[in-house]
Nanobody, 126 residues
């Protein structure tokens, strides 16, 4: 499956953005999809994941209550709605996918995913 992340941009602190991850070449409904982010000062870190068949959606503590992940299997799309953005949210955001349902600890791990999109830059100004 090929992934393409888009929707990044420049936004002021307190604003919102919605990132999209489009999949082609496979049935997205059978994949767990995660969002990760990376800036120049940190390793790639987990943001949120959405699993096959629904259930709980894990979030990192830093975004919990502000970000919401969702999916539209009919459109082969996964979204990350980001509200109340902070300057520390500035990063390149990547979507990633792996076939099947992952347990929470797996869904939060960079190494758990087989497919990655190219990343989209989010810049939050103070």
């Amino acid at each position: 499956v090929q992934l393409q992340a888009f929707g990044g941009g420049l936004v002021q602190a307190g604003g919102s953005l919605r990132l999209s991850c489009a999949a082609s070449g496979g049935s997205f409904s059978t994949y767990t999809v995660g969002w990760f982010r990376q800036n120049s000062r940190k390793d790639r870190e987990f943001v949120a994941a959405i699993r096959v068949g629904g259930g709980s959606t894990p979030y990192s503590d830093s975004v919990k209550g502000r970000f919401t992940i969702s999916r539209d299997n009919a459109k082969n799309m996964v979204y990350l709605q980001m509200n109340y953005l902070k300057p520390e949210d500035t990063a390149v955001y990547y979507c990633a996918a792996r076939v099947g349902r992952l347990i929470t600890s797996q869904a939060m791990g960079v190494s758990s995913y087989d497919y990655w999109g190219q990343g989209t830059l989010v810049t939050v100004s103070s």
